[in-house]
């Protein structure tokens, strides 16, 4: 399905994550791979799961770096002269903001928040863009908290409407490119990010018990979902949240 691909995958932090999942999802169906890590502390845990999905290029990203993405894509531009796709899997916002209420969120935090996991995707579709020569697609990672309150998820919920929104304007901007641009709506799932929610075991309890399939959505699944839609075969689809929660969000 991804034979002949090239693609960038940002946000692997340990065997846990949803980029982990898609890696070695985009892997097995095909892709060449360019896999990022945050900062010298992740490198130890990233190198080795990038070697196992045969990235051909492993490099490190922290997206409030515009030199680490200049030279990134430079390196893409010129290893590999293009790009069909790339997932942006990350988000951040600091503790004290994160688990106070939104009214009380600093504006610093609210900005970091924001440009970690909002507007870092808008700067790496920017320098995608050229490289997606024969179309392309741009994937990122949201959740329901966006749409209705969920506890605990405070600050992140407005950056994450914020990212689905700009998902819409992207594939709306980027359409007549043949760039597709997705956002994808995971149920919950523990992984260092998710660690940093207050009372996130609740939230896992919560979305087993009343989801269709009283079932929890797995990082191999979420990684299916985004082959697919980094695939060809999803070309007709653009713009939007597509949720894999086992039906959760349809509860009311
Ligand atoms: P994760 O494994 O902790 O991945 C998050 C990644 O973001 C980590 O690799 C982290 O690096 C990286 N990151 C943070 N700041 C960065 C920066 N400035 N530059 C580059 N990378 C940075 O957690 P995850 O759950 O897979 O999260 C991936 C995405 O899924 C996030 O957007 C999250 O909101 C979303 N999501 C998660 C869930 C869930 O329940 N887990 C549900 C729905 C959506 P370090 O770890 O090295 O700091």
Known sequence: M???KKGLVVGIA??????????????????????TWLNDKSEKYVRPLAEQCGASIISPLDVQDDRQIESLFDRIEAEWGKLDFLLHSIAFAPQND???RVIDCSREGFLMA?????????RLAKRAEPLMKD??????VTYMGSERVVDHYGIMGPVKAAL?????????????????????????????TASGIAEFDTL????????????????????DLAAFLASDR????????????GGYHIMG
């Open 2 to 4: 991804l034979q002949g």
């Open 14 to 35: 340990n065997d846990k994550s949803i980029a982990w999942g898609c890696a070695r999802a985009f892997h097995r169906y095909g892709a060449d791979l360019a896999v």
């Open 98 to 100: 994160l688990h106070g």
């Open 114 to 122: 924001m440009d970690i996991s909002c507007h870092s995707f808008q």
């Open 135 to 140: 179309g392309g697609a741009l994937l990122t």
């Open 164 to 192: 689905e929104s700009a998902t819409r304007y992207m594939a709306a901007e980027l359409g007549s490119q043949n760039i597709q641009v997705h956002a994808i709506s995971p149920g919950p799932l523990l992984t260092r």
């Open 204 to 223: 896992m309890t919560q979305a087993q018990h009343r989801a269709p399939g009283r079932r929890l959505v797995t990082i191999d699944e979420i990684g």
């Open 234 to 245: 999803s070309r007709a689809i653009t713009g939007d949240v597509i949720h894999i929660d």
